[in-house]
């Protein structure tokens, strides 16, 4: 297998299982898309695009849609924040005591993934966190 962890792969969604789907990786190899780890609706026979997470000594391969990476995945919910933000007059109604299924419906994220990049934001100074949700800093 010359495949490794942080690889981009093609998915081809195979079947859906009672933790999540199976997935054949670029063509070849048997992997597994956690439910637990999707913020999008997914169907058999759909094509993703995906990232290896973990190669099981049994050499199946569990696989994300979100790149492996700490600082990738905070940059990116910062731009979907950032755009969500954009998007509705640089005001969102969500914050750390929203629902996750609220910041998954509204954002498409989890909750930790959303406190984290509001954190990062926060520090640069790019939004500011009220009572009520968060408000852009660049859009007042």
Not at 11 to 25: A, D, H, P, Q, Y
Not at 33 to 51: A, D, M, R, T
């Amino acid at each position: 297998m010359d495949l490794k962890v942080g690889d981009k792969v093609d998915l081809l969604v195979v079947r859906n299982t009672g933790i999540g789907f199976t997935v054949l990786v670029e063509g070849a190899y048997e992997g597994l898309l956690y439910k637990n780890e999707l913020y999008q609706k997914i169907e058999e026979g759909q094509n993703l695009v995906g990232y290896v997470k973990k190669i099981r000594d049994d050499e199946k391969i569990d696989v994300s849609l979100q790149a492996v990476g700490f600082k990738q995945t905070i940059v990116k919910n910062e731009i979907i924040i950032l755009n969500a933000l954009k998007q509705n007059d640089g005001f969102l109604a969500l914050n750390d005591k929203s629902t996750p299924d609220a910041i998954k419906y509204k954002l498409n994220m989890s909750k930790k993934a959303f406190k984290s990049a509001v954190g990062g934001l926060f520090k640069q100074k790019l939004i500011t966190i009220e009572d009520e949700g968060i408000r852009s800093t660049s859009l007042q």
